[in-house]
Protein backbone atom coordinates (compact mmCIF):
# COMPACT_ATOMS: atom_id res chain seq x y z
CA UNK A 1 0.00 0.00 0.00
CA UNK A 2 2.91 2.33 0.58
CA UNK A 3 3.77 3.35 -3.01
CA UNK A 4 -0.28 4.12 -3.46
CA UNK A 5 0.02 6.09 -0.33
CA UNK A 6 2.87 8.42 -1.81
CA UNK A 7 1.45 8.78 -5.04
CA UNK A 8 -2.32 9.26 -3.90
CA UNK A 9 -3.98 12.45 -4.81
CA UNK A 10 -7.33 13.25 -5.36
CA UNK A 11 -8.86 15.01 -8.34
CA UNK A 12 -10.97 18.32 -8.62
CA UNK A 13 -13.68 16.43 -8.51
CA UNK A 14 -13.09 14.78 -5.43
CA UNK A 15 -11.00 17.92 -3.28
CA UNK A 16 -12.45 21.23 -2.82
CA UNK A 17 -9.18 22.30 -2.34
CA UNK A 18 -7.57 20.70 -5.24
CA UNK A 19 -3.60 21.17 -6.03
CA UNK A 20 -1.47 20.24 -8.53
CA UNK A 21 1.59 20.70 -6.11
CA UNK A 22 2.36 17.50 -4.40
CA UNK A 23 1.80 17.37 -0.74
CA UNK A 24 4.88 18.36 1.59
CA UNK A 25 7.01 15.50 2.66
CA UNK A 26 6.01 15.86 6.26
CA UNK A 27 1.82 15.77 5.25
CA UNK A 28 2.96 12.40 2.67
CA UNK A 29 4.92 10.92 5.72
CA UNK A 30 1.98 11.39 8.23
CA UNK A 31 -0.51 10.11 5.95
CA UNK A 32 1.51 6.79 4.75
CA UNK A 33 1.59 6.17 9.11
CA UNK A 34 -1.79 6.85 9.03
CA UNK A 35 -3.31 4.65 6.49
CA UNK A 36 -0.68 1.88 7.50
CA UNK A 37 -1.56 2.15 10.95
CA UNK A 38 -5.39 3.04 10.70
CA UNK A 39 -6.52 2.01 7.38
CA UNK A 40 -10.52 2.84 6.92
CA UNK A 41 -10.75 3.28 10.59
CA UNK A 42 -10.68 6.75 12.80
CA UNK A 43 -8.01 7.25 14.64
CA UNK A 44 -9.39 8.30 18.02
CA UNK A 45 -5.87 9.18 19.79
CA UNK A 46 -4.98 12.66 21.35
CA UNK A 47 -2.54 14.49 18.92
CA UNK A 48 0.28 14.21 21.60
CA UNK A 49 0.00 10.56 21.21
CA UNK A 50 -0.54 10.60 17.70
CA UNK A 51 2.94 12.72 17.57
CA UNK A 52 4.71 9.95 19.80
CA UNK A 53 3.24 7.33 17.89
CA UNK A 54 4.68 8.43 14.35
CA UNK A 55 7.83 9.38 15.82
CA UNK A 56 7.65 13.29 15.11
CA UNK A 57 7.14 16.55 16.59
CA UNK A 58 3.70 17.47 17.69
CA UNK A 59 4.14 20.62 15.91
CA UNK A 60 4.80 18.94 12.68
CA UNK A 61 1.95 16.61 12.95
CA UNK A 62 -0.35 19.41 13.35
CA UNK A 63 0.95 21.12 10.12
CA UNK A 64 0.18 17.81 8.52
CA UNK A 65 -3.19 17.34 9.47
CA UNK A 66 -4.17 20.46 8.52
CA UNK A 67 -2.53 20.34 4.81
CA UNK A 68 -4.59 16.84 4.61
CA UNK A 69 -7.73 18.00 5.93
CA UNK A 70 -7.35 20.90 3.58
CA UNK A 71 -6.54 18.35 0.50
CA UNK A 72 -9.33 16.42 1.57
CA UNK A 73 -7.14 13.33 2.28
CA UNK A 74 -8.19 13.25 6.07
CA UNK A 75 -11.67 13.86 7.77
CA UNK A 76 -11.78 15.86 11.31
CA UNK A 77 -14.61 14.40 13.59
CA UNK A 78 -14.96 16.70 16.59
CA UNK A 79 -15.09 15.33 20.09
CA UNK A 80 -16.68 17.05 22.59
CA UNK A 81 -15.01 16.17 26.14
CA UNK A 82 -16.29 18.35 29.20
CA UNK A 83 -15.49 22.02 28.73
CA UNK A 84 -13.17 23.47 26.45
CA UNK A 85 -12.53 23.35 22.64
CA UNK A 86 -13.54 19.48 21.06
CA UNK A 87 -10.86 17.69 20.28
CA UNK A 88 -10.58 16.49 16.56
CA UNK A 89 -10.34 12.37 15.50
CA UNK A 90 -9.13 11.57 12.16
CA UNK A 91 -10.28 8.81 9.37
CA UNK A 92 -9.12 8.77 5.67
CA UNK A 93 -11.84 10.27 3.69
CA UNK A 94 -14.08 7.97 1.32
CA UNK A 95 -12.24 9.32 -1.37
CA UNK A 96 -8.68 8.74 -0.59
CA UNK A 97 -9.43 5.13 0.79
CA UNK A 98 -11.53 3.83 -2.65
CA UNK A 99 -8.06 5.35 -4.25
CA UNK A 100 -5.66 3.54 -2.55
CA UNK A 101 -7.67 -0.06 -2.79
CA UNK A 102 -8.37 0.44 -6.49
CA UNK A 103 -4.76 0.77 -6.66
CA UNK A 104 -3.67 -2.18 -4.40
CA UNK A 105 -6.33 -4.57 -6.77
CA UNK A 106 -5.26 -3.16 -9.77
CA UNK A 107 -1.62 -4.75 -9.12
CA UNK A 108 -0.04 -1.16 -9.12
CA UNK A 109 1.74 -2.18 -6.02
CA UNK A 110 5.39 -2.47 -5.94
CA UNK A 111 7.92 -3.07 -3.58
CA UNK A 112 6.71 -6.69 -2.08
CA UNK A 113 10.22 -7.81 -1.71
CA UNK A 114 11.14 -5.15 0.47
CA UNK A 115 7.97 -5.14 2.34
CA UNK A 116 9.97 -6.08 5.44
CA UNK A 117 12.24 -2.97 5.38
CA UNK A 118 9.46 -0.62 4.59
CA UNK A 119 7.36 -2.32 7.35
CA UNK A 120 10.82 -0.91 9.65
CA UNK A 121 10.92 2.34 8.38
CA UNK A 122 7.24 3.39 8.48
CA UNK A 123 5.16 1.53 10.75
CA UNK A 124 8.11 1.25 13.92
CA UNK A 125 6.20 2.44 16.93
CA UNK A 126 9.65 3.59 17.75
CA UNK A 127 9.98 7.75 18.11
CA UNK A 128 13.10 7.23 15.96
CA UNK A 129 15.20 5.04 13.88
CA UNK A 130 18.94 5.10 14.62
CA UNK A 131 21.83 4.11 12.24
CA UNK A 132 25.39 4.16 12.55
CA UNK A 133 28.25 4.81 10.31
CA UNK A 134 30.97 2.33 9.04
CA UNK A 135 33.11 3.81 11.41
CA UNK A 136 30.73 2.97 14.97
CA UNK A 137 29.92 6.63 15.56
CA UNK A 138 26.18 7.21 16.02
CA UNK A 139 24.62 9.17 13.42
CA UNK A 140 21.40 11.70 13.87
CA UNK A 141 18.25 9.95 13.71
CA UNK A 142 17.29 9.50 10.63
CA UNK A 143 14.68 12.16 9.53
CA UNK A 144 11.20 11.91 8.04
CA UNK A 145 12.42 13.32 5.11
CA UNK A 146 14.97 10.63 4.70
CA UNK A 147 12.57 7.67 5.44
CA UNK A 148 10.04 8.45 3.04
CA UNK A 149 13.14 9.13 0.35
CA UNK A 150 14.69 5.40 1.22
CA UNK A 151 10.62 3.80 0.98
CA UNK A 152 10.12 5.50 -2.46
CA UNK A 153 13.68 3.78 -3.38
CA UNK A 154 12.53 0.62 -2.36
CA UNK A 155 8.99 0.49 -3.53
CA UNK A 156 10.82 1.07 -7.31
CA UNK A 157 13.89 -1.23 -6.37
CA UNK A 158 14.53 -5.02 -7.85
CA UNK A 159 15.10 -7.99 -5.96
CA UNK A 160 18.92 -6.13 -5.42
CA UNK A 161 18.16 -3.03 -4.31
CA UNK A 162 18.67 -1.75 -7.75
CA UNK A 163 16.34 1.55 -9.02
CA UNK A 164 16.49 2.77 -12.75
CA UNK A 165 13.55 3.91 -13.50
CA UNK A 166 12.86 6.94 -11.56
CA UNK A 167 13.56 10.16 -12.90
CA UNK A 168 14.06 13.80 -10.59
CA UNK A 169 10.68 14.66 -11.48
CA UNK A 170 9.03 11.21 -10.28
CA UNK A 171 10.55 11.30 -6.83
CA UNK A 172 9.41 14.83 -5.84
CA UNK A 173 5.66 13.33 -7.02
CA UNK A 174 6.46 10.64 -4.49
CA UNK A 175 8.16 12.61 -1.33
CA UNK A 176 7.32 16.34 -2.02
CA UNK A 177 11.06 17.00 -2.32
CA UNK A 178 12.11 19.70 -4.43
CA UNK A 179 15.62 19.30 -6.21
CA UNK A 180 17.97 21.22 -4.00
CA UNK A 181 16.15 18.95 -0.84
CA UNK A 182 16.19 16.11 -2.92
CA UNK A 183 19.26 16.03 -3.61
CA UNK A 184 21.06 16.72 0.35
CA UNK A 185 18.32 13.69 1.36
CA UNK A 186 19.93 11.54 -1.68
CA UNK A 187 23.71 12.66 -0.56
CA UNK A 188 22.86 11.98 2.94
CA UNK A 189 21.44 8.24 2.39
CA UNK A 190 24.64 7.96 0.87
CA UNK A 191 27.05 9.04 3.34
CA UNK A 192 25.14 6.80 6.06
CA UNK A 193 26.04 3.76 3.44
CA UNK A 194 22.02 3.25 3.18
CA UNK A 195 22.49 4.25 -0.98
CA UNK A 196 26.28 2.29 -2.02
CA UNK A 197 26.52 4.56 -5.22
CA UNK A 198 23.91 7.23 -6.94
CA UNK A 199 24.71 7.83 -10.67
CA UNK A 200 22.66 10.94 -11.97
CA UNK A 201 20.55 10.95 -15.14
CA UNK A 202 22.12 12.80 -17.76
CA UNK A 203 20.37 14.22 -21.30
CA UNK A 204 22.66 13.79 -23.54
CA UNK A 205 22.29 12.82 -27.35
CA UNK A 206 25.62 11.58 -27.64
CA UNK A 207 24.91 8.07 -26.76
CA UNK A 208 21.65 7.01 -25.45
CA UNK A 209 19.59 9.70 -25.14
CA UNK A 210 17.74 10.56 -22.17
CA UNK A 211 18.99 8.43 -18.81
CA UNK A 212 17.52 8.22 -15.82
CA UNK A 213 19.39 8.44 -12.59
CA UNK A 214 20.33 4.75 -11.42
CA UNK A 215 20.65 3.87 -7.24
CA UNK A 216 21.88 1.50 -5.67
CA UNK A 217 20.56 0.72 -2.18
CA UNK A 218 22.27 -1.16 0.35
CA UNK A 219 20.26 -3.50 1.45
CA UNK A 220 22.97 -5.40 3.88
CA UNK A 221 23.01 -2.14 6.07
CA UNK A 222 22.36 -2.75 9.95
CA UNK A 223 19.21 -0.63 9.58
CA UNK A 224 16.90 -3.44 7.51
CA UNK A 225 19.14 -6.02 10.26
CA UNK A 226 17.54 -9.40 9.28
CA UNK A 227 14.86 -7.74 6.62
CA UNK A 228 16.95 -9.36 3.84
CA UNK A 229 18.58 -13.12 5.29
CA UNK A 230 19.21 -13.78 2.08
CA UNK A 231 19.87 -11.04 -0.04
CA UNK A 232 22.38 -11.31 -2.85
CA UNK A 233 25.66 -9.57 -2.51
CA UNK A 234 26.05 -7.69 -5.20
CA UNK A 235 29.93 -6.03 -5.78
CA UNK A 236 30.23 -2.16 -6.95
CA UNK A 237 33.57 -1.63 -7.91
CA UNK A 238 33.32 2.20 -9.01
CA UNK A 239 31.79 3.14 -5.58
CA UNK A 240 34.83 4.92 -4.31
CA UNK A 241 36.72 5.57 -8.27
CA UNK A 242 35.23 5.35 -11.66
CA UNK A 243 38.09 3.28 -12.86
CA UNK A 244 36.60 2.34 -16.13
CA UNK A 245 35.27 5.59 -16.30
CA UNK A 246 38.53 7.44 -15.67
CA UNK A 247 40.00 5.54 -18.56
CA UNK A 248 37.41 5.99 -21.09
CA UNK A 249 37.72 9.72 -20.16
CA UNK A 250 41.97 9.76 -20.82
CA UNK A 251 40.77 7.72 -24.21
CA UNK A 252 38.30 10.60 -25.18
CA UNK A 253 40.56 13.43 -24.15
CA UNK A 254 43.67 12.39 -26.08
CA UNK A 255 40.77 11.45 -29.37
CA UNK A 256 39.88 15.39 -29.15
CA UNK A 257 43.76 16.73 -29.03
CA UNK A 258 44.75 18.43 -32.34
CA UNK A 259 46.94 16.47 -34.39
CA UNK A 260 50.43 18.50 -34.11
CA UNK A 261 50.51 18.51 -38.03
CA UNK A 262 47.33 20.39 -38.21
CA UNK A 263 46.44 23.66 -38.03
CA UNK A 264 45.57 25.53 -34.85
CA UNK A 265 41.80 24.88 -34.39
CA UNK A 266 39.48 27.75 -34.97
CA UNK A 267 37.84 29.81 -32.13
CA UNK A 268 34.66 27.65 -32.42
CA UNK A 269 36.52 24.83 -32.64
CA UNK A 270 37.34 25.31 -29.27
CA UNK A 271 34.64 26.05 -27.79
CA UNK A 272 32.79 22.73 -28.75
CA UNK A 273 35.25 20.67 -27.78
CA UNK A 274 34.98 22.39 -24.52
CA UNK A 275 31.62 21.97 -24.31
CA UNK A 276 32.28 18.26 -25.06
CA UNK A 277 34.52 17.35 -22.31
CA UNK A 278 31.90 18.88 -20.16
CA UNK A 279 29.37 16.56 -20.99
CA UNK A 280 31.68 13.49 -21.53
CA UNK A 281 32.54 13.99 -17.97
CA UNK A 282 28.17 13.66 -17.11
CA UNK A 283 27.61 11.16 -19.43
CA UNK A 284 30.81 8.72 -18.78
CA UNK A 285 29.28 7.50 -15.37
CA UNK A 286 25.78 6.49 -17.07
CA UNK A 287 27.87 5.05 -19.82
CA UNK A 288 30.20 2.32 -17.81
CA UNK A 289 26.53 1.76 -15.99
CA UNK A 290 24.80 0.96 -18.98
CA UNK A 291 27.72 -1.14 -20.19
CA UNK A 292 27.37 -3.24 -17.21
CA UNK A 293 23.83 -3.68 -17.23
CA UNK A 294 23.74 -4.93 -20.51
CA UNK A 295 26.77 -7.51 -19.81
CA UNK A 296 24.82 -8.42 -16.49
CA UNK A 297 21.57 -8.99 -18.64
CA UNK A 298 24.00 -10.93 -21.59
CA UNK A 299 25.62 -13.32 -18.57
CA UNK A 300 22.22 -14.28 -16.81
CA UNK A 301 20.35 -15.19 -20.03
CA UNK A 302 23.27 -16.44 -22.13
CA UNK A 303 25.91 -18.31 -19.68
CA UNK A 304 24.83 -21.61 -20.42
CA UNK A 305 24.95 -20.82 -24.37
CA UNK A 306 28.87 -20.46 -23.64
CA UNK A 307 28.94 -24.76 -22.86
CA UNK A 308 27.87 -25.06 -26.48
CA UNK A 309 30.90 -22.78 -27.46
CA UNK A 310 33.18 -24.94 -29.50
CA UNK A 311 36.31 -23.42 -28.46
CA UNK A 312 37.63 -23.06 -24.77
CA UNK A 313 36.11 -20.22 -22.31
CA UNK A 314 38.99 -17.55 -21.73
CA UNK A 315 40.11 -18.05 -17.74
CA UNK A 316 38.15 -15.59 -16.88
CA UNK A 317 35.26 -16.34 -17.09
Same mark, same amino acid.
Given at each position: ??????????????????? %??? *??????????????????QACRCERGEL??????? %??????????????????PHPQREGRGR?????????????? *???????????????????? !?? =??????????????????????????????????????????????????? !????? !????????????????????? &??????????????SVYYLNLQHS??????????? =?????????????????????? *???????????????????????????? &????????????????????????? &?????????
Amino acid at each position: MILSVLSVELSKKESRHYS %KIP *LSPKAKYVLAKFALRFQEQACRCERGELAALFGIS %KARLSDALHELVERGLLLPHPQREGRGRPRNHYSLSPGTWQL *LQSAQNSDMEAGDFHWAAIE !RL =MITTAPATHVRQEQGQDAESLPLEARLLLCALLCNADRHGVVRKLSSIDLY !RLTGL !RSDALKNRLQSLVNLELIRAW &IPGVTSRALFGKAKSVYYLNLQHSLFESCYPLAGI =MIFGWVQRWEHAEVLHEFLLDG *LKPDAAERSPRDEDLVARAAQLKEHHRI &IPALQARLELYASWLLSNCWDALNS &IDQACPPAL
